[in-house]
């Protein structure tokens, strides 16, 4: 079935510095989304992509969708406590139902003040 | 507008019991999808229903089943639990499978942390 790699699997930074995140798939998705999971809690949609090139902001984050539909990352600028938590990324396929969802297995970032 | 809300949030079961677990849509949403979350990975995709009949399954074996109420309330059944079902139960809603734009953001549930023994 298809997998999303998601790098890197952990990031320790000093708060203020920039992060960046990103996913690659082994097939094309027509949607890619971000998403934000804190401890004992749900995942939080951060920021959707529906179109190859499309680049998105949300405050202080900005995602992209790859050009070849294979792949996205998620850049945070100027960090701050708050922004630890783990960050996965989902893509999704032409054909399937909506819900189907592929998720990779999630960025763990851990904020330094 | 209310969140996608989920109960129970924690439970144990031993090995061989059977589980339901409950799922409300947010406001306005008429799709659920359910998602097996094990430690430290991604969510994984169980099934999803709209229109109160099931709209696409995951790679998860038959004695996992749902159903959707015609309020769009949804429960997850688990049958003859293994020590390997226990994981967090994600619950999220969406738009429909009109294909429109959004129809692919789904909105989660905190959860229902489920312990098999």
């Known amino acids: 079935g298809q997998q999303l790699n998601q790098s890197p699997q952990s990031m320790f930074i000093q708060e203020g510095e920039d992060v960046s995140m990103n996913c690659t798939s082994s097939?094309?998705?027509?949607?890619w989304l971000w998403y934000k999971q804190d401890p004992g809690e749900g995942p939080v949609l951060l920021i959707a992509?529906?179109?190859?090139?499309e680049l998105t902001s949300n405050g202080r984050l900005t995602a992209q969708f790859g050009i070849t539909r294979k792949d996205s990352f998620l850049n945070i600028s100027a960090s701050i406590p708050s922004d630890v938590g783990i960050y996965f990324c989902?893509?999704?396929?032409?054909?399937?139902?909506?819900?189907?969802?592929?998720f990779g297995k999630g960025t763990k970032l851990s904020v330094k003040p | 507008e209310t969140g996608v809300t989920q109960s129970p949030t924690h439970l144990i079961k031993t090995r061989g019991q059977q589980v339901t677990l409950r799922c409300s849509s947010q406001?306005?949403?008429?799709?659920v999808s359910w998602y097996q979350q094990a430690l430290g990975q991604g969510p994984q995709f169980i099934f999803q229903?709209?229109?109160?009949?099931?709209?696409g399954r995951g790679n998860f074996p038959p004695r996992f089943s749902g159903l959707q109420f015609p309020n769009y309330s949804s429960e997850l059944n688990v049958n003859a639990l293994e020590l390997d079902d226990s994981a967090l139960y994600l619950c999220?809603?969406?738009?429909?499978?009109?294909?429109?734009?959004?129809?692919?953001?789904?909105?989660f549930g905190e959860g229902s942390r489920l312990t098999v023994l």
């Open positions: 406001s306005g949403h008429n799709t």
């Open positions: 992509l529906y179109k190859a090139g």
């Open positions: 989902a893509g999704q396929n032409y054909g399937g139902s909506q819900g189907n969802l592929i």
């Open positions: 999220a809603s969406s738009l429909g499978t009109s294909g429109g734009p959004k129809t692919g953001e789904l909105f």
């Open positions: 097939s094309i998705f027509n949607t």
């Open positions: 229903y709209y229109r109160e009949e099931e709209n």
